[in-house]
């Protein structure tokens, strides 16, 4: 559901609110790719090799996973002025491998809203990103918190 055209203050999330993501496709290529720059494990880097370990077929790192998840949000509805900045991670599981040819979708909605303590001219989110695979099956969840911009006073000041 989209809220509001544009990019969004602190001032306008409020709790529940959700957001969706364009959908990932999840190719050969870029497991390979990605895997041989990060993470070089046998299920990682080819197909005829990852038969051997747990997966028994070519598997993304959860790195991988992280990293199009990250990708998804930031082309998401969910869009601040000035950017997100990242703070902190409350939580990451990877719940189900993810393979070539998934179509990933991600649901991010906003838990906590807050002004920041230490800086006026900001606030805090946390939210919880959820990415799931063509099959509806959860492969990550990440609840991140972010610092974002609060709107300027109307009169100026900070």
Known sequence: MMYQQGPLYLEDLRPGMCFQAPVWQ?????????AREFDPQPQHLAPEAAQSTLFGR?????WHTAAMVMGMAMRSELQMTGGQIGIGVERLTFSRAVFPGDTLSLEIRVLEVRRSGSRTDSGIIK???LCRNQDG??????????????????????
């Open 26 to 34: 999840v190719t050969e290529e870029d497991i390979i790719r990605f």
């Open 58 to 62: 070519l598997a993304a790192s959860g």
């Open 127 to 129: 939210v919880h990103w």
């Open 137 to 158: 099956e959860c492969v990550m969840e990440i609840v991140p918190s972010v610092l974002v911009k609060a709107r300027p006073p109307a009169n100026g000041t900070p």
